[in-house]
């Protein structure tokens, strides 16, 4: 099962307010594992940056000058996001905000349907608790040193941490890791639980020739049965 986590940033918090998305992130998830795969893009919203919203992101219009527009990336973007579902902290922001994109550029809207809001995960498991991305991260002892600021991105990788620690929980030795390295990792486990020494069969070599002859009489030569005494 492949799954999108999808974070924005953006110039405020109402696209009717003409506000744009200035930054979207995404991060790739198959069958609850990080795949090391990725999407991540800076835009120009061909306005202004309000201080209030610069503060909270730190990212100023000078900086978005050179910056693609989301005309520009758009086909890129759907392309990456492909049917998967999307996984968004506060997913009614996010897609309010990139339907308005889409809308400007003809595009048909994402239906909040294919949204997983992990703020409606956390207040069925925790209710009554504190929901924002940052008192998720510390119920679930997250790192958030590298979170001065919201980024798009790094946003998104902590809302894929939260997200697996809500639907049950992930060893740290594998979150975020990329698929093969987590096959490694289970891979270690498995090899360490065998045995040492393979324990003696339970039946005879006598009982294994009884079967084998009791089922290539009863059930033919070709019964799946007899591959496996032949195996034995």
Same mark, same amino acid.
């Given at each position: 099962?492949?799954?999108?986590?999808?974070?924005?940033?953006?110039?405020?918090?109402?696209?009717?307010?003409?506000?744009?998305?200035?930054?979207?992130?995404?991060?790739?998830?198959?069958?609850?594992?990080?795949?090391?795969?990725?999407?991540?893009?800076?835009?120009?919203?061909?306005?202004?940056?309000? @201080?209030?919203?610069?503060?909270?992101?730190?990212?100023?219009? &000078?900086?978005?000058?050179?910056?693609?527009?989301?005309?520009? /990336?758009?086909?890129?973007?759907?392309?990456?996001?492909?049917?998967?579902?999307?996984? /968004?902290?506060? @997913?009614?922001?996010?897609?309010?905000?990139?339907?308005?994109?889409?809308?400007?550029?003809?595009?048909?809207?994402?239906?909040?349907?294919?949204?997983?809001?992990?703020?409606?995960?956390?207040?069925?498991?925790?209710?009554?608790?504190?929901?924002?991305?940052? &008192?998720?991260?510390?119920?679930?002892?997250?790192?958030?040193?590298?979170?001065?600021?919201?980024?798009?991105?790094?946003? @998104?990788?902590?809302?894929?941490?939260?997200?697996?620690?809500?639907?049950?929980?992930?060893?740290?030795?594998?979150?975020?890791?990329?698929?093969?390295?987590?096959?490694?990792?289970?891979?270690?486990?498995?090899?360490?639980?065998?045995?040492?020494?393979?324990?003696?069969?339970? /039946?005879?070599?006598?009982?294994?020739?009884?079967?084998? @002859?009791?089922?290539?009489?009863?059930?033919?030569?070709?019964?799946?049965?007899?591959?496996?005494?032949?195996?034995?």
């Amino acid at each position: 099962m492949r799954e999108i986590v999808l974070d924005t940033e953006t110039t405020g918090l109402d696209p009717n307010d003409g506000h744009r998305v200035i930054e979207i992130g995404c991060v790739e998830l198959m069958d609850h594992f990080p795949t090391g795969r990725s999407f991540q893009r800076y835009l120009n919203p061909d306005r202004d940056m309000p @201080a209030e919203a610069q503060r909270i992101h730190g990212i100023s219009t &000078e900086f978005l000058a050179d910056k693609p527009r989301f005309a520009e /990336i758009v086909e890129e973007f759907l392309e990456f996001i492909g049917d998967a579902p999307l996984i /968004i902290h506060n @997913a009614s922001f996010d897609l309010k905000f990139l339907n308005s994109e889409l809308h400007r550029q003809s595009r048909g809207p994402i239906p909040i349907a294919r949204a997983v809001d992990t703020i409606d995960i956390a207040k069925s498991r925790y209710p009554g608790s504190r929901y924002s991305l940052d &008192e998720l991260c510390k119920r679930f002892s997250i790192d958030l040193s590298g979170r001065s600021l919201h980024g798009a991105l790094l946003d @998104a990788e902590l809302t894929a941490q939260v997200y697996l620690e809500l639907i049950g929980g992930r060893q740290k030795r594998l979150l975020l890791s990329p698929v093969d390295e987590a096959v490694a990792i289970v891979g270690e486990i498995r090899v360490a639980r065998l045995r040492p020494v393979p324990l003696a069969p339970l /039946i005879s070599e006598a009982e294994v020739a009884a079967h084998a @002859a009791f089922v290539a009489k009863e059930l033919g030569e070709d019964a799946v049965w007899s591959w496996g005494a032949a195996a034995s």
